[in-house]
């Protein structure tokens, strides 16, 4: 069973950084394509990024594109999310995740594709001045 973990949330005033980080025990992350999720209060769970094994594919919402950086250590066995110029809209709970079998970026990213996910419990990001 992968066991996932965020850290890194907190609050931060608008135009501020954070960076998050999902971690996994006792499973290699690098055998998993990897997606970063939100869901703000009263809204639908969404996808904001996620990146291949190697690494070398990843995607990217369009309300994030630009001040959001994914990235994975895949010896130290973890993901990064990178929030730069954070705006008070990108206040949720995060979540990373996984999938059950081998997806695409894009597939992952897309909660209406038909997949199942492992899910981290989340990490709580507000920002707010």
């Known amino acids: 069973q992968l066991q996932l973990v965020e850290s890194g949330g907190g609050l931060v005033q608008p135009g501020g950084s954070l960076r998050l980080s999902c971690a996994a025990s006792r499973v290699t992350l690098d055998y998993y394509t990897i997606g970063w999720f939100r869901q703000a209060p009263g809204k639908e769970r969404e996808g904001v990024s996620c990146i291949s094994k190697s690494g070398g594919n990843t995607n990217y919402a369009d309300s994030v594109k630009g001040r959001f950086t994914i990235s994975r250590d895949n010896a130290k066995n973890t993901v990064y999310l990178q929030m730069n110029s954070l705006k008070p809209e990108d206040t949720a709970i995060y979540y990373c995740?996984?999938?059950?079998?081998?997806?695409?970026?894009?597939?992952?990213?897309?909660?209406?594709?038909?997949?199942?996910?492992?899910w981290g419990q989340g990490t709580q990001v507000t920002v707010s001045s």
């Open positions: 995740a996984a999938p059950y079998g081998i997806t695409t970026v894009q597939a992952m990213c897309n909660m209406q594709t038909p997949i199942r996910r492992y």
